[in-house]
């Protein structure tokens, strides 16, 4: 596969080296929390942090790598630093929505190398995926763990209100 210009070439020659380029490569998406003290550090605030189970205070960054599905390799290509909760309020933008804007900060560029985002429960949400999909990412995570799903109900002429949820069929 070869980059028009979505890559420095710094980074493009590294990637040759580490991932199959021919492969089916995805763009793999995570938030990081870092471990801050202090109170004077830009954008710090509290975050979760999944090693811990729970919500710290500190950064976070949204790591934005590139992944080779066929040999297991995975290379970082940004680190975009997350705005704490008073700019997210100052913005009117909810965390999903900053995450949105992060991704589309970079989409021509990873766009010129695959259009599947790998992203775990946290971005499975139809605010992320509608957004995803008008940058014109395809989109694979799981269901969160509460997830619960249904099938749609059958059109049926009776009284009363309608069904919401179908049947176990």
Same mark, same amino acid.
Request: hydrophobic share 40%.
């Given at each position: 596969?070869? =980059?028009?210009?979505?890559?420095?070439?710094?980074?493009?020659?590294?990637?040759?080296?580490?991932?199959?380029?021919?492969?089916?490569?995805?763009?793999?998406?995570? @938030?990081?929390?870092?471990?801050?003290?202090?109170?004077?550090?830009?954008?710090?605030?509290?975050?979760?942090?999944?090693?811990?189970?729970?919500?710290?205070?500190?950064?976070?960054?949204?790591?934005?790598?590139?992944?080779?599905?066929?040999?297991?390799?995975?290379?970082?290509?940004?680190?975009?630093?997350?705005?704490?909760?008073?700019?997210?309020?100052?913005?009117?933008?909810?965390?999903?929505?900053?995450?949105?804007?992060?991704? $589309?900060?970079?989409?021509?560029?990873?766009?010129?190398?695959?259009?599947?985002?790998?992203?775990?429960?946290?971005?499975?949400?139809?605010?992320?995926?509608?957004?995803?999909?008008?940058?014109? =990412?395809?989109?694979?995570?799981? =269901?969160?763990?509460?997830?619960?799903?249904?099938?749609? @109900?059958?059109?049926? $002429?009776?009284?009363?209100? @309608?069904?919401?949820?179908?049947?176990?069929?």
């Amino acid at each position: 596969m070869m =980059f028009s210009e979505p890559l420095s070439q710094y980074e493009e020659s590294l990637a040759r080296r580490v991932l199959d380029m021919g492969g089916l490569l995805a763009i793999a998406i995570d @938030p990081c929390y870092i471990s801050k003290t202090g109170k004077n550090t830009p954008h710090i605030g509290r975050f979760w942090s999944g090693c811990a189970g729970a919500v710290k205070h500190g950064l976070e960054i949204m790591g934005i790598g590139l992944l080779d599905v066929a040999n297991n390799k995975y290379m970082i290509l940004r680190a975009h630093q997350t705005i704490g909760n008073s700019a997210l309020k100052m913005k009117n933008k909810t965390l999903v929505e900053y995450y949105i804007s992060g991704m $589309k900060r970079y989409s021509k560029k990873l766009l010129f190398i695959t259009d599947i985002v790998v992203a775990d429960a946290l971005f499975s949400t139809s605010t992320f995926e509608k957004g995803m999909s008008e940058l014109g =990412f395809y989109l694979v995570s799981r =269901f969160c763990d509460n997830a619960c799903l249904h099938y749609i @109900p059958k059109k049926e $002429k009776r009284r009363g209100r @309608p069904r919401v949820k179908g049947g176990q069929d």
